[in-house]
Nanobody
Framework: EVQLVESGGGLVQPGGSLRLSCAAS????????MGWIRQAPGKGLEWVSAISWSGDLTNYADSVKGQFTISRDNAKNKVYLQMSSLKPEDTAVYYC????????????????????WGQGTQVTVSS
């Protein structure tokens, strides 16, 4: 059974940083790309970032480019999202996801490209 469990969310002041983690199980983690998607209050899902199976390739939404960094540790079956210079508009539930279809990274740029999702972790940016 595929399981994705996010952690690391919380309340942070504007300008602060957070590191989200996602622990994966139930599949061969280092065979597949991973991604992060978020949903702000009252808004739709927004693809944030994706990383290739090896970690060599990454991709970001324009809204977070230069602000967020995705990474993975295949030995620990974990993917991370380092978020810095956080703004109130980054407030959202953040989901870790994968497709388990071994598609290239440039085909994982929309929430509907991902099949398996975690339950999400809340990030609130507020003073």
């Amino acid at each position: 059974e595929v399981q994705l469990v996010e952690s690391g969310g919380g309340l942070v002041q504007p300008g602060g940083s957070l590191r989200l983690s996602c622990a994966a199980s139930g599949f061969t983690f280092d065979d597949y790309a991973m991604g992060w998607i978020r949903q702000a209050p009252g808004k739709g899902l927004e693809w944030v970032s994706a990383i290739s199976w090896s970690g060599d390739l990454t991709n970001y939404a324009d809204s977070v480019k230069g602000q967020f960094t995705i990474s993975r540790d295949n030995a620990k079956n974990k993917v991370y999202l380092q978020m810095s210079s956080l703004k109130p508009e980054d407030t959202a539930v953040y989901y870790c996801a994968t497709d388990l279809k071994a598609r290239p990274l440039d085909e994982l740029t929309h929430p509907t490209d991902f099949t398996y999702w975690g339950q999400g972790t809340q990030v609130t940016v507020s003073s």
